[in-house]
């Protein structure tokens, strides 16, 4: 197949100044939006939470629902935190990034999309080297990735981010930067996908 009749489209992402904020408690605003499936370890997230030494004020946001939700709000109970990890349940997509635009760190190890998202909105995050995400996010560059094996792992990296807000704002930064030079918006996506198919329609008729 001749290589110019290849086209390879990645996913768009939102413009985040096109929804609003969410009002969110807590100094510092830790956030994890996914499906809660034990595969997605969100109950992982929440121990991690609990084992780090991040101000009694820090909260952790988790979004979502799923057939772990209860063994994951009872993971919480177990390990104290209860009053500092807020379950929203599901979301509308606006208000899941109007969360990230509100958070000091996402963590966002179950998927891509959710890690582009946070990306766009300029923030700090932490995923696992899983999939493509290392093509996406460079470590201590653009974000925390954690490989899977060191999972134990995850309380420092909540310990590192809280007490250094600069770093914070670097990895944010750069994120952005990041997505800004590899990323179309969504809209800016699809107008490229229909002069794909207009070129093709018009190659054809030729």
């Known amino acids: 197949v001749d290589k110019r009749k290849i086209y390879f489209l990645k996913n768009g992402v939102f413009n985040p100044t096109s929804f609003p904020a969410q009002d969110v408690k807590g100094e510092l605003v830790f956030c994890s939006a996914a499906r809660i499936e034990k595969n997605k370890r969100m109950g992982e997230i929440v121990t991690a939470f609990s084992k780090s030494n991040t101000s009694k004020k820090a909260i952790l946001y988790v979004i979502g629902e799923g057939q772990a939700l209860e063994e994951t709000k009872q993971i919480a109970k177990d390990h104290g935190v209860?009053?500092?990890?807020?379950?929203?349940?599901?979301?509308?997509?606006?208000k899941v990034l109007g969360f990230y635009k509100s958070s000091d760190v996402v963590i966002a190890l179950g998927s891509i999309n959710p890690l582009l998202e946070a990306m766009t909105c300029g923030k700090a995050?932490?995923?696992?080297?899983i999939g493509s995400t290392s093509e996406i996010?460079?470590?201590?560059?653009?974000?925390?990735?954690?490989?899977?094996?060191?999972?134990?792992?995850?309380?420092?990296?909540?310990?590192?981010?809280?007490?250094?807000?600069?770093?914070?704002?670097?990895?944010?930064?750069?994120?952005?930067?990041?997505?800004k030079s590899n990323y179309l918006t969504w809209e800016?996506?699809?107008?490229?996908?229909?002069?794909?198919?207009?070129?093709?329609?018009h190659r054809s008729k030729v």
């Open 125 to 129: 995050v932490i995923t696992m080297d």
């Open 137 to 179: 996010v460079k470590h201590m560059e653009n974000g925390i990735l954690i490989k899977q094996d060191e999972i134990s792992k995850l309380p420092y990296y909540f310990d590192l981010l809280s007490g250094d807000k600069m770093l914070r704002q670097s990895l944010g930064n750069s994120a952005k930067e990041f997505i």
């Open 82 to 94: 209860q009053d500092r990890v807020i379950f929203t349940g599901a979301l509308s997509r606006d």
């Open 188 to 201: 800016s996506r699809v107008e490229y996908e229909i002069s794909i198919f207009e070129n093709i329609i």
